[in-house]
């Protein structure tokens, strides 16, 4: 785990959202990304409902490579904050309630090489003992469920996570991600 800057979270959230528009990778040259304001005001424009991540909350972010325990641990941003587990299990077993498209979206990237997946957004403004919500990546992140739930091995995924800069035990983001990193936890 190693702490980063905000600026470094948006430009690769962007880039992320600009490649599936092209179906390419994007190249964001400083004519297009000039400072942070510029990204996040793109990435906004991609992506509105991500404004909840950086505006309404001061988080200090995290580079991580998730182990599969703590991919085990994620939950959804979907209404019912559900783990990627059990909605992996709901659409094997028939009873999830996603819309179809949905449903395609993820049984897509469930068939995607492991390594074509990308990096997941994770925000841990949730009470601790509970799992990190997936702030963007939802749909791959329950592909790679649904994957392991077939028999395929867990790859190790890397992810960015955001931590309140105070949380509601007093902890400042940076002393939160530092103990956590310390215990090899979320």
């Known amino acids: 785990m190693r702490l980063v800057e905000q600026h470094e979270v948006v430009e690769t959230w962007l880039r992320m959202e600009l490649d599936k528009e092209s179906k390419g990778t994007v190249d964001l040259g400083e004519q297009e990304v000039l400072d942070e304001y510029g990204a996040l005001t793109q990435l906004l424009v991609q992506k509105p409902n991500c404004g909840q991540v950086f505006v309404e909350y001061e988080l200090q972010w995290c580079s991580v490579t ?35 498209d949905r449903k395609a979206h993820i049984r897509e990237f469930a068939e995607q090489p ?7 957004i994770l925000n ?20 790679i469920a649904l ?19 105070l949380d509601c035990f007093g902890w400042t983001g940076r002393a939160r991600a530092r103990w956590h990193a310390y215990r090899g936890t979320l």
């Open 124 to 143: 841990r403004r949730r009470r601790p003992g509970v799992g990190p919500l997936v702030q963007d990546g939802n749909h791959r992140a329950v592909g």
């Open 66 to 100: 998730l182990t599969e325990a703590q991919f085990r641990r994620l939950r959804t941003i979907w209404g019912d904050e559900l783990p990627v587990m059990e909605h992996a299990q709901k659409l094997l077993d028939g009873s999830s309630d996603l819309e179809e």
């Open 147 to 165: 994957r392991m739930l077939r028999g395929e091995q867990y790859r190790a995924m890397a992810a960015y996570i955001g931590y309140p800069s």
């Open 114 to 120: 492991a390594d074509a997946v990308g990096r997941l």
